[in-house]
C-alpha cells in the first residue's frame, strides 16, 4: 500500500506565500508523475501542476508565473511554492502520484487534502 501525507496548508493573506509537501511511501517501486490538484466549494477539483519523474511541468493557467512545483526523486516527494496568493487560491489541494507498487502494479493514489484559505 501507499500512503501520501500532506503539509503546508494554511491561512495567508492575499499576496502572500505557502509552501506545501506531499510525501510518498510504502511499498513504492517506483513513481512517474506527481501533482497537485484543488477543489473549491462548489466546484469541480482541478489540476494545479503537475510533474514528471524526468522534470518536466505543468501549470493551469490560473497559476503560471505564481506557482512552482518541484520533486525531490529520492524522497518521492513533491512540493508547490505558491507565491502571490489570491482569494480565488482558496481551496483543499490534494496531492496525487502515479506509483508503480512492488508486485501489484500501477496505480493512482491521492493525499487527504490540505486547506489553503487566502483572506484578509
Known amino acids: 500500500q501507499v500512503q501520501l501525507v500532506e503539509s503546508g496548508g494554511g491561512l495567508v493573506q492575499p499576496g502572500g506565500s505557502l509552501r506545501l509537501s506531499c510525501a510518498a511511501s510504502g511499498s513504492i517501486f517506483s513513481i512517474y508523475a506527481m501533482g497537485w490538484y484543488r477543489q473549491a466549494p462548489g466546484k469541480q477539483r482541478e489540476l494545479v501542476a503537475a510533474i514528471t519523474s524526468g522534470g518536466t511541468t505543468n501549470y493551469a493557467d490560473s497559476v503560471k508565473g505564481r506557482f512552482t512545483i518541484s520533486r525531490d526523486n529520492a524522497k518521492n516527494t513533491v512540493y508547490l511554492q505558491m507565491n502571490s496568493l489570491k482569494p480565488e487560491d482558496t481551496a483543499v489541494y490534494y496531492c496525487?502520484?502515479?506509483?508503480?507498487?512492488?508486485?501489484?502494479?500501477?496505480?493512482?493514489?491521492w493525499g487527504q487534502g490540505t486547506q489553503v484559505t487566502v483572506s484578509s
Open positions: 496525487n502520484a502515479d506509483c508503480v507498487v512492488a508486485g501489484k502494479g500501477r496505480y493512482d493514489y
